[in-house]
């Protein structure tokens, strides 16, 4: 493992009004490796992943993302809120105000952090292939000149949209529904395609939130395949969001566990299961449940 | 509520039909029964009778009718028709012959104009400006999902760009296209920005706002617009050559002078027809490539899901704006091609809610996003009223008769969405 992670969370915290949804979360995500987001219902782990993919504005804390020597700040390219010092520094105060104009969560997955969600979000009335050809916009020739006639650029731009959409399909294994609707795709397919349109992006990091989620044992035993084959393959880490226990002691390498907004533990999948708060968070509401 | 679930099927026809017009005399009891008759008032107690007793036949019948074997099966091919998909893909060779057909309409399009009267011809020219405003409205709403109520205003920014512009800086018919293309643009962008954030119900009633604005502001302007007088647009020339009896501007030769023929008042509805279809043509040529560009792929897939988007690394803001802006820019040109047909007359009574309704019933029944569906759409709802002269009393109750229909069968649009079909080589 190297020495400076990928994605660094430091001191997150984040209030919807009165309520403390994350208090002081701290981890790292080591480059090139499986980290999986453990911890009972309501615990904060979408919170976690939403403040990481810019779907919320945390309210306290640094996420950093550092890739190749230089660093991202992922809560400063959302846009913040100006601060008394940005009226005496002509510059911070230009930045802030080019992130409030052109910041937002999609400069999060241009810094290189892709993610999935929990309830699929799929472009159910497009084909499959077009879902991973709306995943590359961003490397695509947008000119309307050229696009309009067709120009020899354009087509060659498109060409390698499709090559790269078919690559992923083979990779996830949907090649002969490449012109199907999304929508009408299984439901285990839908999370696989989702998963190749994240990774259409070209991302650094790929967050899935609970990718096993409705899956049966077997498809479940692909994903792990599967995300195990991204991680050594396609240069990419991997962060998880899952309950599946089998999966996630399976495939991570760093557990990180929170409960009630708070880290309780981190460690390798040997460490967590023996650890006494996690076991005392779990059984805990097990047998509140029960 | 006092039918019972183990009634006999026409028991149960009978019990309900009977609530139906007990509901029928309720209501119908103190709008026709009472008339006022100075401070008093007279009951009649027959007329609430007769209509409830026609709403409680009328509903037994149905009822009836529904139990037979043919209503049984109308019932089952609703229920079909509503759970089909109208989205389908393509398959490879499905248009093959496409451009045998669409070369045969071109032409006949262009030859058209030649053999129509003065008055078909203006009908015909306003039908394919509707068609223009079709297009560029079936962007914003029908492609990028966002519910625009406030199109018409602009429509009335092109034509009032030509007018105006003529009026003060000379600006002629062929500059003021893409002027007016432009300024609806940057009126597209300013409406845009405002309502980036907001979906739906609140993009409407702000869309709605804004097309009042406009209106109001060329209403109340008079020392700018007219006010209501209008506005006068300059007459469309060709190469400096006028469609008038009489050249109006010093130096301009008459187009019959020019090729030394009788004078036609036809001439220039001719040739404004001639080049609004070629406009059309364009546009659609346009659209169905960007479509099936980057730009157009966004837009749908910002309709799709706006989340999922931001996920993607695509700027929503910059994806909205852009739609705005074309729909837009559509809208502006249909406005220059309208101050043309009108005369070079334009007024603001052209640009009220009615015409904004009118344009979205045309991308709604022409089907979101079906390019084909919204140039019939616009045809048959511009010139279907024109034949039906005679019913013109009954437009906006056919009208309104209509979209129910449409919403309750065919809430997609008339022809089904297709989308394209891509092989490994290539887009087929």
């Given at each position: 493992m190297t020495t400076t992670p990928l994605l660094s969370v430091q001191g997150l915290t984040m209030r919807f009004g009165g309520i403390l949804a994350l208090n002081n979360v701290n981890f790292e995500v080591q480059k090139g490796s499986i980290t999986a987001l453990i911890g009972p219902n309501g615990a904060g782990k979408t919170t976690v992943f939403n403040c990481v993919t810019g779907f919320y504005k945390a309210t306290e804390g640094q996420i950093i993302l550092h890739d190749k020597g230089h660093e991202v700040n992922l809560?400063?390219?959302?846009?913040?809120k100006f601060k008394w010092s940005d009226y005496v520094n002509p510059s911070a105060f230009a930045e802030r105000l080019y992130y409030k104009a052109f910041g937002g969560s999609h400069r999060v997955n241009q810094a290189g952090v892709a993610r999935t969600f929990q309830n699929i979000r799929l472009f159910r009335e497009m084909t499959v292939v077009e879902n991973l050809l709306v995943a590359q916009h961003r490397h695509l020739d947008r000119n309307l000149i050229r696009g309009t006639l067709n120009t020899k650029s354009y087509r060659a731009s498109e060409k390698r949209a499709l090559d790269n959409a078919y690559y992923w399909l083979e990779v996830v294994n949907l090649t002969e529904d490449a012109n199907r609707l999304a929508g009408d795709l299984p439901y285990g397919n839908q999370r696989r395609l989702?998963?190749?349109?994240?990774?259409?992006?070209?991302p650094k990091l790929v967050c899935l939130d609970e990718p096993a989620a409705g899956l049966n044992p077997r498809e479940t035993v692909e994903l792990s395949t599967l995300i195990r084959h991204l991680r050594d393959k396609h240069d990419v880490t991997v962060l998880l969001i899952e309950h599946d226990m089998g999966l996630v002691m399976g495939i991570s390498e760093h557990i990180v566990v929170l409960d009630y907004g708070?880290?309780?533990?981190?460690?390798?999948?040997?460490?967590?299961?023996?650890?006494?708060?996690?076991?005392?968070?779990?059984?805990?509401?097990?047998?509140?449940?029960? | 509520m006092f039918s019972n679930p183990n009634d006999p099927p026409v028991l149960a026809a009978f019990k309900d039909s009977l609530l139906v017009g007990v509901i029928a005399l309720l209501i119908f009891g103190p709008i026709s029964g009472i008339i006022l008759d100075g401070y008093s008032f007279n009951t009649h107690f027959k007329t609430p009778l007769i209509l409830a007793t026609i709403v409680f036949a009328g509903r037994f019948a149905y009822q009836m009718a529904m139990l037979t074997p043919w209503g049984q099966k109308f019932l089952e091919r609703l229920a079909f028709s509503k759970g089909k998909r109208s989205v389908y893909v393509g398959s490879p060779n499905d248009h093959k012959y496409l451009w045998i057909i669409l070369l045969v309409l071109f032409a006949a399009g262009l030859i058209l104009p030649f053999y129509l009267s003065k008055y078909a011809l203006t009908v015909a020219i306003l039908a394919i400006i509707y068609v223009l405003l079709g297009l560029g409205l079936n962007i914003v709403v029908g492609l990028a999902g966002l519910l625009d109520l406030g199109f018409v205003a602009f429509y009335a920014v092109g034509a009032y760009t030509f007018a105006l512009g003529s009026q003060y800086i000379g600006l002629g018919f062929w500059t003021a296209i893409p002027v007016a293309a432009a300024l609806a643009a940057i009126f597209g962008g300013i409406l845009g920005f405002p309502v980036l954030r907001m979906h739906g119900d609140y993009l409407a009633i702000v869309t709605l706002g804004f097309g009042e604005i406009i209106r109001l502001v060329l209403n109340n302007w008079t020392s700018f617009t007219g006010g209501p007088n209008g506005a006068k647009a300059a007459e469309p020339t060709l190469f400096g050559l006028e469609f008038t009896r009489t050249a109006k501007t010093e130096g301009h030769i008459p187009f019959h002078e020019f090729f030394g023929t009788v004078y036609n008042p036809n001439t220039k509805f001719i040739f404004l027809y001639i080049v609004v279809f070629l406009m059309a043509c364009l546009m659609i040529f346009f659209f169905s490539r960007l479509r099936s560009m980057p730009m157009g792929r966004a837009w749908e897939a910002l309709r799709e899901d706006e989340i999922a988007c931001r996920s993607l690394g695509i700027n929503h803001v910059i994806v909205k704006l852009s739609a705005f802006m074309m729909g837009a820019m559509t809208g502006g040109i249909g406005g220059v091609f309208f101050a043309a047909q009108q005369g070079g007359f334009v007024n603001p009574t052209s640009f009220t809610f009615f015409e904004s309704a009118l344009i979205l019933a045309i991308v709604v029944l022409g089907g979101m996003g079906s390019t084909v569906g919204v140039v019939i759409a616009a045809l048959v709802l511009t010139l279907l009223p024109e034949v039906l002269r005679d019913f013109s009393d009954y437009r906006v109750l056919v009208f309104g008769g209509l979209m129910i229909f449409m919403m309750l069968w065919k809430p997609r649009g008339f022809?089904?969405?297709?989308?394209?079909?891509?092989?490994?080589?290539?887009?087929?």
């Open positions: 809560r400063k390219v959302l846009g913040e989702e998963i190749a349109r994240a990774m259409c992006t070209e708070q880290v309780i533990a981190s460690g390798t999948p040997k460490e967590i299961e023996v650890n006494p708060k996690v076991l005392a968070a779990y059984l805990g509401t097990e047998e509140g449940d029960a | 022809l089904p969405i297709r989308r394209p079909y891509f092989s490994k080589e290539g887009q087929a």
